[in-house]
């Protein structure tokens, strides 16, 4: 009988991670649907380059900040609840884009809904964290961080269906998916039984969860890992054709490259974390990282070192990513995951804005990157001091028996 309880609860614990992720990966698709479509909507409605960033910007801060109070409802109400709402709830402003929106305020405001979707993120973690345990949460937190490649789905895909079968074929096909997957989701997603549920409103928990040192620490460790990656994968496209004058396609085929590579080492670097502790794994990412930016700045040759400086720095921060949530199921309580996780989760996202604009203002100034990639190693290597002496000893103290 206990070799049959523990099948069935390892079955009901890959249904939970497989389901949670396909359902980050289809409202991250969704969440993304309006940046492949830029230079569209540019040239359609006649916007001006900061109306264009505008439009793309939305969603992506609503959606960064909106995880606080998902993640904080999760904890309270459950992932079996908020998955197909979140999933059904995100159909109805891509249909609105994708069949009404033909003016810059209508945009803005099917963007500001659209951001819905990019919340799923803060309710798949506290599910897959309840539903494995400690040593195997690191690889299944990774794994499910695979659905950040919803964006790279958006990314090759839309503008390719919006040429060959009409402007709402995308917007039209992603709504079918989320529709599908909240039926599947309500249906057979299951909360972890007796799993814990916190007290106190919603604003009393995210006001607590703010406050706790462990959520700015973790928040500005994935600020840096996955605010890094996203930086690149909005900047690199740029700083390719400007440093090295490849053309646009190409730029954009590198920069997929990179968002594959670092999508594909979150798992990796969940593993890691499960087989030597999130710590160290970070402290060598984040090494990497500085020692690959100051390896960019000198603007090498593209083949083979200014090209494994650019991947390495995909792998290190991708792994990165993996680990700090590895790091949160193990420093979090089980019933404040889902809050910290909106918290963190948020950070990432909005980490992902100020590099570009730095790089920029930096170009803009000296004609040349150089700085910018200095900046960049100084950031990671004292993001790597950090966290091998506060978190650690943050870490250190959760792991003694109370």
Known sequence: MPRKEGASTSRESTRALVLATVGFTLCFWAWALLAPLGT???????????????????????GSLGRIPVGA???????????????????????????????????????????????AFAVGVPLVNAWYPPQRRGLALGIFGIGTGGTAL??????????VMGYAFPFNLIAVLLVVYAVAALFLLRDKPGRAVPAGSLTARTLVTLRMPVTVQLSFLYAIAFGGFVAFSVYLPTYLTTAYG??????????????????????????????????PVLITTYAAVAALALLAAFELPLIPLGTLSFLGMAAALGAGSGAVFALVARLVSPEKVGSVTGVVGAAGGLGGFFPPLVMGVIYGATNDYTWGYVLLAATAGVTAAFTATTVQRQARQAARPA
Do not use: C, N
Not at 42 to 54: A, G, N
Not at 79 to 103: E, K, N, Q
Not at 246 to 269: H, N, Q, W, Y
């Open 154 to 163: 958006s990314s090759f895909t839309t503008v390719q269906l919006a040429d």
């Open 40 to 62: 569209t909507l540019r040239e359609e409605l006649k916007l001006t380059s900061f109306q264009q960033s505008l439009v793309v910007a939305v969603p992506v801060i609503v």
């Open 73 to 119: 409802l999760t904890d309270r109400v459950g992932a079996r609840r908020m998955f197909p709402l979140v999933a059904a709830l995100t159909v109805l402003p891509v249909l609105y884009l994708g069949h009404l929106a033909d003016s810059l305020a209508e945009l803005l405001v099917g963007g500001f809904f659209l951001g819905l979707g990019g919340t």
């Open 246 to 279: 490849l053309e646009r396609s190409d730029a954009a085929l590198r920069t997929a490259g990179f968002a594959v590579l670092a999508v594909a080492m979150r798992p990796v670097g969940g593993w890691l974390s499960d087989r030597f502790h999130p710590v």
